[in-house]
């Protein structure tokens, strides 16, 4: 069974930095792609960045371009996602969730098969 668990969110300030974490387990394989998503009150869930965990290719939204770093650790089976220059638009519960069938870089939630419960993201002035 898949389980993924999101940790790192917390209250940060406008122009600080966070890392997000996704720990993996219940997946025999390398060939799946990770993404990280993010969903604010009164907005739809839109994908914010992925990576390929057997290549190490991402792909970031526009709105994470510059900002934002996707990354995974083999040995401790987990994904991170570093936020730094962080923006009150960046307050959300960002979920990360795994794509196994069929799996290629995608930012769309519906391409994902498993999700996290969600970690939350505050930023404030």
């Known amino acids: 069974q898949v389980q993924l668990v999101e940790s790192g969110g917390d209250l940060v300030q406008i122009g600080g930095s966070l890392t997000l974490s996704c720990q993996i387990s219940?997946?025999?394989?390398?060939?799946?792609?990770i993404g990280w998503f993010r969903q604010a009150p009164g907005k739809e869930r839109e994908g914010v960045a992925c990576i390929w965990w057997d290549t190490g290719k991402t792909r970031e939204a526009d709105s994470a371009k510059g900002r934002f770093t996707i990354s995974r650790d083999h040995a401790k089976k987990t994904v991170f996602l570093y936020m730094k220059d962080v923006k009150p638009d960046d307050t959300a519960a960002y979920y990360c969730?795994?794509?196994?069938?069929?799996?290629?870089?995608?930012?769309?939630?519906?391409?994902?098969?498993?999700w996290g419960q969600g970690t939350h993201v505050t930023v404030s002035s």
């Open positions: 219940g997946i025999g394989s390398d060939d799946f792609v």
């Open positions: 969730a795994a794509m196994r069938l069929t799996p290629w870089l995608s930012l769309r939630t519906n391409d994902y098969e498993d």
